[in-house]
C-alpha cells in the first residue's frame, strides 16, 4: 500500500493537472450546459467509470500492450475524432430540445455513454495512467498491482469529485437561459464547437506523451 504521505503528494498532484483544461473538462461543461447539473453530474460518473477502466488495464498490463503496438494509438485516436463529430452534429440537430425541459432518464444515459466513450477512446488518457501512475509506486511497499489500484481510485474519486462540482456550476450558469429559444440554440452551436474542437485535437494528438 502506498504511504500517507505519497497519497497525499499524489493527490496534490492530481488536483493540479484537474485545474488543466482538457477533453474530460469540456465534456461535462458541454454537457452541463446542454443538460443542466445532472447532465454535467452524469458525465462526471461517465468518466469516474473510464477513469476506473484504465486503472484496471495499467493493473492488468494490457495498457502497455496497446501502447507498444504502434496501430493501436491510432485506432482509439480515429475513432475517437469520429465519434465526437458525431456528437457535434448531433448537438446541431437538435431543434426542439431546451433547458427549460428536465433531462429525461435516455438523455441523462446518452450524457453517461458519451462522457465515457470519449475518455476511453483519448489514446494520451491511457498512456497518462501508464506513466503517472507508476511514478509513486515504492516496490518496497509491496504488491505493484495493489498499489497502481490504489493510486488508480484515489485519481478517478478525485476527478469524480471536480467534474460533478464543475457540472454543477456550469448547469447553474445554464439555467439563465431557461425558456430562451435563441440562447438555447446558440448554446447547441457551442456544444457543437466544442465536440468539433476536441476531434480536430484528436486527430492531432502526438503520440509522445509530455509530463
Given at each position: 500500500?502506498?504511504?500517507?504521505?505519497?497519497?497525499?503528494?499524489?493527490?496534490?498532484?492530481?488536483?493540479?493537472?484537474?485545474?488543466?483544461?482538457?477533453?474530460?473538462?469540456?465534456?461535462?461543461?458541454?454537457?452541463?450546459?446542454?443538460?443542466?447539473?445532472?447532465?454535467?453530474?452524469?458525465?462526471?460518473?461517465?468518466?469516474?467509470?473510464?477513469?476506473?477502466?484504465?486503472?484496471?488495464?495499467?493493473?492488468?498490463?494490457?495498457?502497455?500492450?496497446?501502447?507498444?503496438?504502434?496501430?493501436?494509438?491510432?485506432?482509439?485516436?480515429?475513432?475517437?475524432?469520429?465519434?465526437?463529430?458525431w456528437l457535434?452534429?448531433?448537438?446541431?440537430?437538435?431543434?426542439?430540445?431546451?433547458?427549460?425541459?428536465?433531462p429525461t432518464?435516455?438523455?441523462?444515459?446518452?450524457?453517461?455513454?458519451?462522457?465515457?466513450?470519449?475518455?476511453?477512446?483519448?489514446?494520451?488518457?491511457?498512456?497518462?495512467?501508464?506513466?503517472?501512475?507508476?511514478?509513486?509506486?515504492?516496490?518496497?511497499?509491496?504488491?505493484?498491482?495493489?498499489?497502481?489500484?490504489?493510486?488508480?481510485?484515489?485519481?478517478?474519486?478525485?476527478?469524480?469529485?471536480?467534474?460533478?462540482?464543475?457540472?454543477?456550476?456550469?448547469?447553474?450558469?445554464?439555467?439563465?437561459f431557461r425558456?430562451?429559444?435563441?440562447?438555447?440554440?446558440?448554446?447547441?452551436?457551442?456544444?457543437?464547437?466544442?465536440?468539433?474542437?476536441?476531434?480536430?485535437?484528436?486527430?492531432?494528438?502526438?503520440?509522445?506523451?509530455?509530463?
Amino acid at each position: 500500500m502506498p504511504t500517507l504521505p505519497t497519497l497525499l503528494l499524489f493527490s496534490f498532484a492530481v488536483l493540479g493537472l484537474m485545474v488543466s483544461p482538457g477533453p474530460n473538462m469540456a465534456m461535462v461543461v458541454s454537457q452541463s450546459l446542454s443538460h443542466g447539473a445532472r447532465g454535467g453530474i452524469v458525465s462526471a460518473a461517465g468518466i469516474f467509470v473510464a477513469d476506473l477502466i484504465m486503472t484496471l488495464l495499467v493493473c492488468a498490463g494490457v495498457a502497455t500492450l496497446v501502447a507498444t503496438w504502434p496501430p493501436a494509438f491510432d485506432v482509439l485516436r480515429y475513432v475517437g475524432a469520429f465519434y465526437l463529430v458525431w456528437l457535434a452534429l448531433q448537438a446541431l440537430r437538435r431543434h426542439q430540445r431546451t433547458l427549460a425541459h428536465t433531462p429525461t432518464k435516455a438523455t441523462l444515459a446518452e450524457a453517461f455513454r458519451s462522457a465515457t466513450l470519449v475518455s476511453l477512446l483519448n489514446p494520451k488518457a491511457l498512456l497518462f495512467f501508464l506513466v503517472f501512475l507508476p511514478q509513486f509506486v515504492d516496490q518496497q511497499r509491496g504488491s505493484v498491482t495493489l498499489q497502481l489500484f490504489v493510486l488508480g481510485l484515489v485519481l478517478s474519486t478525485i476527478a469524480l469529485c471536480f467534474h460533478a462540482l464543475l457540472g454543477v456550476f456550469s448547469g447553474r450558469a445554464a439555467t439563465a437561459f431557461r425558456g430562451r429559444t435563441h440562447a438555447v440554440r446558440w448554446l447547441d452551436r457551442l456544444q457543437a464547437g466544442l465536440f468539433f474542437g476536441l476531434a480536430i485535437r484528436l486527430l492531432f494528438l502526438e503520440r509522445q506523451l509530455r509530463l
